[in-house]
């Protein structure tokens, strides 16, 4: 029981230093939280009226990436061609109900929820997007990595501009 809070502890703290990372626009610390394996998708959340199903798309995803593309992204918002992000939104990331659903000797498979908050530029409005995340961390060379995350977003249409950011 004591090894088990300690490693909710650790990840809960390796949740909330990957969210600060992001709300500082510190993406090259971000970055270096992840595995070079990392899968990192969004489906798009669908009403489906048939409970057997999911409410997701198994097709279309609103991205899919791997560690050359989340490279790719990153490198771009240092440039002026991310126009999406000029000036870059202000985001306050919410992670709660923090569960680890499966643990090996080193990965485990956590869920937990995700509140996102995003301001841009003068805009007197904000966006709010909420959802659950699926990740797997594994420990690499004594330091958690992300290896995979699926967040699935609780509205069917994002109420925000464009997905130029990482949830």
């Not at 999911?54 to 771009?76: M, Q």
């Amino acid at each position: 029981m004591h090894k088990n809070i300690i490693l909710q502890y650790e990840i809960e703290q390796w949740l909330y230093k990957e969210s600060e990372l992001l709300d500082e626009l510190n993406f090259d610390g971000w970055y270096e939280l992840l595995s070079e394996e990392i899968s990192y998708t969004m489906p798009l959340r669908i009403n489906q009226m048939e409970e057997s199903k999911p409410d997701y798309s198994e097709a279309t995803l609103l991205f899919d990436d791997d560690s050359t593309t989340l490279k790719l992204r990153i490198d771009r918002l240092k440039t002026d061609m991310a126009w999406a992000e000029l000036p870059p939104s202000r985001t306050r990331r919410n992670v709660s109900n923090v569960k680890i659903k499966e643990m090996s000797e080193n990965e485990v498979t956590v869920h937990s929820n995700l509140l996102l908050y995003r301001s841009r530029s003068t805009d007197t409005t904000a966006d709010l997007i909420s959802g659950q995340r699926k990740d797997v961390l594994r420990k690499e060379n004594g330091d958690w990595k992300l290896v995979s995350r699926w967040f699935l977003a609780d509205q069917t249409s994002l109420g925000t501009r464009n997905l130029a950011i990482f949830v």
